[in-house]
């Protein structure tokens, strides 16, 4: 998706030496990742010019939020919560990673009052 949502839409040749390549994927994974993507309503396949290309159909922020949904929902209950504790015990939080989250609730608390 990163290749996709930087570049445009792309054909299997140039996801293989883009993405591929990096992951260490042969072209049967790679085919099996985009037809779940389709599946899952976050790529289109379009046929241009004889050949096939692979754009978005979600933006980045629209993913991450419904992978994120996923993943809280499966593993945590939908719980934030027990997601931020259990990340924290397993990486220490520097000191701006805890005023960031401080900021971050001191903003959601002023926007619960609004």
Known sequence: MQAVWARGPLGVEELLAEVGAAQ???EA???TLIH???KKGALKSERQGGRTTYGALLSREDYLTTESRG????L???QLTPLVAH???GQALSPQDVARLKRLVAELDTDEED
């Open 24 to 26: 260490g994927w042969g």
């Open 71 to 74: 993943l809280l929902d499966r």
């Open 76 to 78: 945590f209950g939908g």
């Open 29 to 31: 994974t790679l085919r």
């Open 87 to 89: 990340l924290s015990r």
């Open 36 to 38: 779940r993507l389709i």
